[in-house]
């Protein structure tokens, strides 16, 4: 049954659509309901909706049979712009497989180069359509798909190291940031070192087994070079000999990453950027390195309270059950040291890996042993320790003992001003050490006075720092003007308390003198 005033009622509707489509374009959705309206509720047949409309009847025979589906994507792109320049992209895109990676034509030099060596006058969006679509065909598209993985507990362990910075002691220096990551929980452990060499990449290992309460099975590293030598084919590394020992003391097996995918340790990649932006923001401020770790060790401690994605347990709770499953800790620790021998030079110092460490001056030109930690160097003369110093790291760097030249700076007093360890020991000495200074030199002379205060400096090896300077004010505050006097006062305060005599009651007393006898000496009285 027809309703000719819905109908009627749809007719300037209709002109809008004819007008807005027409034959030859794609039907609107406006017109595929009219073209179904019309034939299923109002009943009109195909030639007067073809009349009406001014399609044909293939597309309103199409309307009424199928949904509405609009644009259908093309299977087949041409290029007709690129047209006889396609060959030419496809034998430069093909020459570049057996060409280094970072010397690749990339779309845009493809486009500089068609446009300048053959005259193409299309544009570059053209050019970079094709070119991505070719790689892919060429096997030249570097995008990669990734694996979701569940490692198994305590199996396996990520490695890498980080740079940060920091404030030690009122001095920018800027740290490595070693990182290690269980892949099994999560749960990392972060620690600074002024170098990342061998010696500090064992001391980090020693010092997260600890933390982590074992050694993993598989450590998964870049190649470092301070374990790998060489980058064989696939795989294959010529492993440090050095390393190899480390390795072999605690049992686990190194994996090396190939070269320039970091992706392949993604996880530990992810905890160097996390550390520096959580740990080492605002830029930390400490007294040592010491402190500065201790504060990165308790973050880490900290850290774990959360889950995961997929996992069902909190991060320390996998961390407390992987711990079983790790190898255990060598009862003795790995002696992770290196000795040096050299001769002591005329400057009483002796060069380890291109800086100085002094020694008393009277060990000049003999020959000596130095047993260098990460952060400490012990100097032997025979079995004798000489010499303790601070490790120093860089190039052309002096670690002066001034005890180990007082004497010989109290021997030639012309160069107190000069000498290298004054010099350095006078940046840091309080504001009381300089009066007494000025007071020797006015009151006994420059030459005498820089002698007797040589005296003062040379007490600080004996006895505590805070007693010195204690006896140093209170000299200042009499007025005295020798080291004499000063080193009276110090005493005066370390001297231990006098204890009273306690009579010995096991102890048979003497008997009382005769003083008769004395009578016989010049005759009685």
Not at 43 to 48: F, L, S, Y
Not at 459 to 481: I, N, P, Q, T, Y
Request: contains cysteine; positive net charge; hydrophobic residues 35%.
């Amino acid at each position: 049954m027809t309703h000719p005033i819905e109908i009627s009622g749809r007719k300037d509707i209709l002109m809008d659509i004819i007008s807005a489509g027409g034959e030859g374009r794609m039907i609107t959705v406006d017109q595929y309901s009219y073209i179904r309206t019309a034939h299923r509720v109002y009943g009109k047949k195909i030639r007067e909706i073809v009349r009406d409309t001014g399609h044909s009847r293939n597309t309103v025979r199409k309307a009424l049979s199928e949904e509405h589906c609009g644009y259908s994507t093309r299977k087949d792109q041409p290029y007709p712009v690129l047209g006889q320049y396609l060959d030419i992209i496809d034998r430069w895109l093909k020459g570049d497989k057996d060409k280094p990676k970072k010397q690749r034509h990339t779309a845009k030099r493809i486009y500089s180069r068609l446009c300048y060596e053959h005259g193409f006058e299309g544009s570059d969006r053209t050019v970079r359509k094709y070119v991505h679509d070719a790689r892919r065909l060429l096997g030249l598209d570097n995008s990669l798909v990734f694996i979701p993985l569940d490692p198994e507990p305590g199996f396996e362990a990520e490695v890498d190291w980080g740079t940060s910075h920091a404030v030690l002691a009122d001095e920018h220096v800027k740290l490595k940031m070693f990182c290690m990551r269980s892949k099994g929980n999560g749960k990392h452990f972060v620690q600074c070192f002024l170098c990342e060499r061998q010696q500090a990449l064992f001391e980090a290992h020693i010092q997260a087994f600890d933390f982590f309460g074992g050694v993993f099975s598989t450590l998964i590293y870049d190649n470092l070079t301070t374990a790998v030598d060489k980058v064989m084919r696939g795989r294959d590394r010529k492993i440090n000999e050095s390393f190899l020992k480390f390795q072999a003391y605690y049992n686990f097996t190194p994996r090396f990453c190939n070269p320039a995918q970091g992706h392949e340790k993604g996880g530990v990649e992810g905890l160097v950027g996390y550390a520096r932006r959580n740990y080492m923001v605002p830029i930390p401020e400490a007294q040592n390195l010491e402190e500065l770790n201790q504060r990165l060790l308790e973050e880490c401690m900290a850290y774990g309270n959360h889950r995961m994605s997929g996992r069902e347990e909190t991060v320390n709770e996998l961390y407390e059950k992987e711990k079983q499953h790790l190898l255990p800790i060598p009862e003795v620790r790995f002696s992770n040291i290196e000795i040096f021998s050299g001769k002591v030079d005329k400057y009483s110092t002796m060069i380890i890996d291109k800086n100085r460490y002094s020694v008393p001056t009277r060990y000049a030109g003999l020959k000596v042993k130095a047993v260098a930690c990460v952060d400490r160097l012990d100097i032997f003369h025979g079995s004798r320790k000489i010499a303790i110093h601070r490790r120093l790291y860089g190039n052309n760097k002096w670690q002066l003992d001034p005890f180990h030249y007082l004497e010989l700076i109290s021997r030639r007093p012309q160069a107190f001003e000069s000498a290298r360890p004054i010099r350095q020991w006078r940046k840091v000495w309080p504001e009381c050490l300089e009066q007494i200074l000025e007071r020797f030199c006015e009151k006994q002379g420059n030459t005498r006075g820089k002698k007797d205060f040589i005296n003062i400096l040379m007490l600080f090896k004996e006895h505590k720092k805070e007693d010195v300077l204690s006896a140093v004010e209170e000299a200042l505050s009499a007025g005295v003007s020798s080291s004499e006097t000063v080193e009276h006062i110090l005493i005066s305060r370390i001297a231990p308390v006098e204890y009273s005599p306690v009579p010995l009651n096991n102890w048979e007393p003497l008997p009382p003198p005769d003083i008769s006898v004395y009578s016989q000496i010049g005759g009685a009285l």
